[in-house]
């Protein structure tokens, strides 16, 4: 799913500390995830617009993002504040960072433009991380592997896949044509669900991507 056809599953929620930045890629377009000192998570083009490095490789201070190669600082809502070579300067307001829609739900961070896209939706009041796992295979392989596991679609790219008593939720990210990430949370809370069972499930998940890698469909254990 494209960024602008609905919201796109980009990262876990605890991968990304506050203070922290980490590149991404959506159809072979780089972005960066990264979360203010205040813990708001904000997912923009990983480009500044100086020299086009990229801002995962930055450092975050306070509710700024700097870039590494000449520290020009960003605000959260990609306007550059301050070029320490020009100390001084009043920047230009087209000084700007490209900017994505970010939102936190079920233990997973989205992104798209579209304004009136609906997230996918579950009854679960909370969600325990297990990981995520990329994948050398097209993201239609990777959902039909998982459909053909008992995976039921909630939206193009994402589904509740049921292993027993407990629920998992899938959020599947087309990185490029050969290569996908999965995004994968237990429905429930921490206070049942960590430690053992984000263990087995974050094992099992490692089982699913080396079979689906290897020429023969995965299997579920």
Known sequence: MKLS???VPVALSSSIE???SAGAIVQGSEIVVWR???GKVHVWEDRCPHRGMRMSFGFVRGDHIACLYHGWQYDTAGQCRYIPAHPTLD???TIKVPTYLAQEKYGI???TTDEASVMPNTDALEATPVRSVFVDRSVDDVRDAFVHAGMTALTAETGRL???DDILLIGLQEMRDTKTAAH???LGTPAIYAGAKQKHYAQWAERFRYGLEQPRTAEVA
């Open 5 to 7: 056809e609905g919201w």
């Open 18 to 20: 506050a203070g922290t």
């Open 36 to 38: 203010d000192s205040s």
């Open 91 to 93: 920047v230009p307001q």
């Open 109 to 111: 961070v989205w992104a």
């Open 162 to 164: 049921a292993l027993g």
């Open 184 to 186: 994968i949370v237990i």
